[in-house]
C-alpha cells in the first residue's frame, strides 16, 4: 500500500487502530485552537507547522504520541509531556492510550504556547549545535575500511553528516554503547543513508 501524502488519508490509513480515534481528536482540538496551522506529510506522520515545524502526530501500535519540536521550550503547566531520553534537548511528547486521556485544555494551553515560540523564532539553547569536540571515530574507520559499500556512502557524505555518524558514535561514555552505536551506523550506511535521514524532510 503506498504511503498516505495528505492527512486525511493518514487517518483513512490507520482507520481500526488504537491511535486513530485519539489523533482524530487531538487533530480537531489542534486545528480547533490553531487554525492558521498548515499540515503536511513529514517522516511519514502528520505534520501541524506554523512559521515552521510545530507538531508531529503519530501512529504505534500500543499508543498515540503528539510531539512537540520546541517542547522543552513550553511552559507544559498541566504536566503532561515527557523526553524520550535525558539526551532529547528540544522534543517532547504527549502518550495517550485512549482518546479519554486527552486533556484538552493541557492540550490547547501547549498548541497557543508552540505558536508563540514559533512565531518569536525562539530555540532550545545548544539544538542543532555540534560541539566539534569529535573529529574522528577509530572505531568507525576500521568499520568502514571492511565495508566497501558503506565507505562508498560515508565519503559521499556532507561534512556535516559525517559529524554526525562520529558524534553519535564516539560521545557514549561505554564501550559498549559505542560498538551498539556503531553497529546502527553502518546499518544505515550500507543502505545509503545519514544517521537522521529519516527525521528530514
Known amino acids: 500500500m503506498p504511503k498516505p501524502k495528505t492527512v486525511s488519508a493518514y487517518f483513512k490509513h490507520i482507520e481500526g487502530t488504537l491511535a486513530h480515534p485519539i489523533l482524530m481528536k487531538a487533530y480537531a482540538v489542534i486545528k480547533g485552537t490553531a487554525p492558521q496551522i498548515e499540515e503536511k506529510i513529514k517522516w511519514g506522520a502528520p505534520s501541524l507547522e506554523y512559521k515552521g515545524v510545530m ?35 528540544s522534543m517532547r511528547k ?80 561505554q564501550q559498549a554503547t559505542k560498538e551498539r552505536r556503531l553497529q546502527k551506523a553502518m546499518g544505515l550506511l550500507e543502505k545509503g543513508l545519514g544517521l537522521n535521514d529519516k527525521y528530514r524532510s
Open 94 to 173: 504527549y502518550i495517550l492510550t485512549s482518546p479519554e486521556m486527552l486533556n484538552e485544555t493541557a492540550l490547547r494551553d501547549l498548541v497557543l504556547e508552540a505558536v508563540e515560540k514559533n512565531e518569536t523564532g525562539e530555540q532550545v539553547q545548544g539544538f542543532n549545535q555540534r560541539s566539534g569536540k569529535y573529529e574522528h571515530s577509530a572505531l568507525l574507520n576500521e568499520a568502514l575500511e571492511n565495508n566497501p559499500r558503506a565507505q562508498e556512502t560515508f565519503e559521499g557524505l556532507t561534512d556535516y553528516k559525517k559529524r554526525e555518524y562520529i558524534e553519535h558514535i564516539e560521545s557514549a561514555k
Open 55 to 89: 507538531i508531529t502526530l503519530v501512529a504505534f501500535k500500543n499508543h498515540a504520541a503528539i510531539w512537540f519540536h520546541k517542547g522543552a521550550l513550553l511552559q507544559d503547566k498541566h504536566r503532561v509531556l515527557e523526553a524520550s531520553s535525558e539526551d532529547t534537548k
